[in-house]
């Protein structure tokens, strides 16, 4: 066969792959802007006069609270894993205590321990302080369950600091505090964006924890979406507005940083 | 994991030449501190409450009748037939979506490292179903997929003049699978395609002047080289996947022999407020996390290699 009749066929091949895979965001996205009557039709239709009834119903189930619920659960969480990762893996790296080999399988120990085993207790607790259902608790909760991942990134982004650098500025007396946040830090700002995207990710897209921990004030959107599978009647345009509203921001933040997304999703191992 | 130990050897080259004096060490752990008491006290002081909780009898319907019941827990988890069947849905389900989405994803890494025109924007889209939150995905698949009326699967099914499938009722297992394995395919598929485009161009070309075909090129050249993704991808997998609850509680509610260990423990703990019997499940699940993240991931490995180490 001729040589570029058959890449071109190769390529027609992956893109016919590719939407076909792509295809149910499509149709999420597509189904939101379809009125009801539409979108529940046996027969699904690609072209409509767009409506937002959708988005309107999907707000006027008191969206824009869990929204909010969301935005500070996974931003708080993603300050408190960036903030203690980067002493932490600095420690694992440059000034170096002793035992790096056992802290390290200490953290990745704790990444990989399942939510199952930590959930009652942490509700019991909550329960009994009377702070169930506080959107700040959540946020600590995840903020520990990513430690783990942004330390071992920040630790592999850390390993590549020429060492000369961090020598030079302590000979010129550069204190700790200095030589890591003026001296390091600014040249491991990608490991920064791949810590703070990664729990970014996993905090906004957490359903377990947050349907246990939180009922209704601390609601974040995920256990908001559940909700909906109780529904009756037709619903699968609001569902849509709501689902579509929901990934967004994870779709966004992950199609721009899609290099820090391979690197934070192996841990730091792959760059 | 090599990768570590790759890593480890690489930063004590890097630290060789100094000495490291007293004072140095202590404010290494003073900045290591921090982070290893909050993860103590937020999951290695819980896990153990979780330990000494299995050991009691402690139904909050009933307050007043607390005490400790030795392994009564786990002998009545044993006995009361849930236990193994949710052990087998865990390890059932999150075999199939690693293999699928391994497969998958090395097939479409393979396509998208080829040079085309779009190629960044179809390598966008493809990662996309792994970005899109699992609650939503579920639901989409639910209803805008695997519906009987509205679903596309079925609209395709009538167009074709097959019988129309309720999926998440008469095949629960593949549709969590199938959903399972729609999002983790980018995921394994963007590992696999860091690990392709690391890999030395000069020996593919090498091979190809030497004859070998391009099925022999990628069985014992490219293989080998991506092994070292492939078991990242297989293990970061597994144990996400181990833990799987949203699809569980949004696709079949655990029926149909789907009740993952995190859904048992779910409604155990928060449906029956047996804390006892739910903290011996997750045991259980810790238990059963690290045989497979251990066990079972380096016996398939060895079966994997077997073809591709001369």
């Known amino acids: ?271 | 994991m090599s990768v570590t130990e790759l890593d480890t050897v690489k930063a004590e080259a890097a630290t060789e030449p100094r000495r490291v004096n007293k004072r140095e060490l202590w404010s290494a752990r003073g900045l290591l501190l921090p982070a290893v008491i909050f993860l103590i006290l937020l999951t290695q002081v819980p896990f153990v409450v979780t330990i000494v909780y299995s050991s009691l009898k402690w139904n909050l319907l009933y307050p007043n009748d607390r005490g400790f019941t030795g392994f009564d827990n786990y002998k009545s988890a044993l006995t009361s037939g849930d236990l193994w069947p949710s052990i087998v849905a865990t390890v059932l389900i999150t075999a199939f979506s690693v293999i699928l989405s391994v497969v998958i994803g090395m097939l479409f890494a393979i396509l998208l490292d080829r040079e085309f025109r779009g190629r960044a924007i179809a390598r966008t889209l493809m990662i996309t179903p792994f970005l899109v939150m699992p609650a939503a995905a579920s639901l989409i698949w639910k209803y805008s997929m695997f519906d009987t009326n509205i679903g596309i699967l079925n609209w395709l099914s009538r167009a074709l003049h097959l019988p129309v499938v309720s999926w998440s009722t008469e095949h629960p297992m593949l549709s969590v699978v199938i959903v399972l394995t729609w999002q983790f395919t980018p995921f394994m598929m963007l590992i696999l395609l860091a690990g392709l485009q690391g890999q030395d161009k000069g020996i593919l070309e090498a091979a190809q002047v030497d004859g070998a075909g391009t099925w022999r090129t990628f069985t014992w050249i490219t293989l080998p080289h991506l092994r070292m993704y492939i078991e990242i991808g297989v293990l970061l997998g597994s144990v996400i996947i181990l833990q799987v609850f949203d699809p569980i509680a949004i696709l079949t509610k655990g029926t149909g022999g789907t009740k993952t260990l995190a859904y048992l423990l779910y409604e155990r703990a928060f449906i029956g407020l047996d804390v006892g019997q739910a903290a011996a499940y997750g045991v259980v699940t810790v238990i059963l996390t690290i045989i497979v993240a251990t066990v079972a991931l380096r016996t398939l490995f060895k079966v994997f290699m077997a073809g591709g180490s001369r």
């Open chain 1, 1 to 271: 066969m001729n040589r570029s009749l058959k890449g071109s066929l190769v390529t027609t091949l992956t893109w016919i792959l590719v939407l076909a895979f792509f295809f149910p965001v499509f149709w999420m996205i597509l189904n939101g802007f379809k009125p009801e009557s539409v979108a529940s039709s046996v027969n699904p239709k690609l072209f409509f006069s767009p409506s937002t009834d959708g988005y309107q119903l999907a707000m006027d189930r008191g969206m824009k609270g869990y929204l909010l619920n969301s935005v500070t659960a996974s931003v708080t969480a993603t300050i408190i894993a960036v903030v203690l990762s980067i002493p932490a893996a600095y420690a694992l790296s440059i000034r170096r205590v002793k035992n790096v080999e056992n802290a390290l399988s200490f953290f990745i120990s704790t990444r990989f321990m399942p939510l199952a085993a930590v959930v009652l207790p942490l509700f019991m607790i909550l329960k009994t302080l009377g702070l169930l259902d506080n959107i700040y608790m959540l946020a600590i909760v995840y903020g520990a369950v990513n430690l783990p991942v942004a330390v071992w990134m920040m630790r592999s982004f850390f390993l590549e600091v020429p060492f000369e650098i961090i020598e030079a500025a302590r000979v010129d007396g550069a204190g700790l505090g200095r030589e890591i946040f003026r001296v390091a830090l600014p040249l491991v700002l990608p490991g920064v964006a791949s810590a703070a995207l990664i729990t970014f990710i996993f905090s906004w897209n957490e359903y377990f924890l947050a349907t246990l921990l939180t009922s209704s004030a601390a609601r974040t959107t995920p256990p908001f979406l559940g909700s909906f599978v109780d529904g009756r009647g037709q619903f699968l345009a609001v569902l849509s507005a709501a689902a579509t509203i929901a990934a967004l921001p994870v779709i966004v933040a992950g199609w721009v940083a899609q290099k820090q997304l391979v690197r934070g999703l192996s841990m730091g191992a792959i760059k």
